[in-house]
Nanobody, 124 residues
Framework: QVQLVESGGGLVQAGDSLRLSCAASGHTFSAYVMGWFRQAPGKERETVAA????????YYADSVKGRFTISRDNAKNTVYLQMNSLKPEDTGVYFC?????????????????WGQGTQVTVSS
């Protein structure tokens, strides 16, 4: 089992950048595919990005392609989400999640371990 703690959220203006971090503990981090998800008020949780165990493969939602970058440092047991050119529609609670699987997936329901989330608010 792995425990996840997100950090780095905050209130920013449109066009600004933020970097989210998700620190993992409790198990071999490199055994987990990692994902970032977000949930806006009144909406379902959606997949933002995912990264393979080695970091060699990534997935991005169309809405964030070219603006967000997911990365991981297996030596530090941490996954990151660099968010540039933020828009008001990026506002929401951002969660990281992990699953001990061989292949990257964007399927939210495939992830078994979740952090508590960090709030990102982008003002116009």
């Amino acid at each position: 089992q792995v425990q996840l703690v997100e950090s780095g959220g905050g209130l920013v203006q449109a066009g600004d950048s933020l970097r989210l971090s998700c620190a993992a503990s409790g198990h071999t981090f490199s055994a987990y595919v990692m994902g970032w998800f977000r949930q806006a008020p009144g909406k379902e949780r959606e997949t933002v990005a995912a990264i393979a165990r080695s970091g060699g493969s990534t997935y991005y939602a169309d809405s964030v392609k070219g603006r967000f970058t997911i990365s991981r440092d297996n030596a530090k047991n941490t996954v990151y989400l660099q968010m540039n050119s933020l828009k008001p529609e990026d506002t929401g609670v951002y969660f990281c999640a992990a699953d001990q699987r061989a292949w990257i997936t964007s399927n939210r329901d495939a992830y078994h371990y979740w952090g508590q989330g960090t709030q990102v608010t982008v003002s116009s």
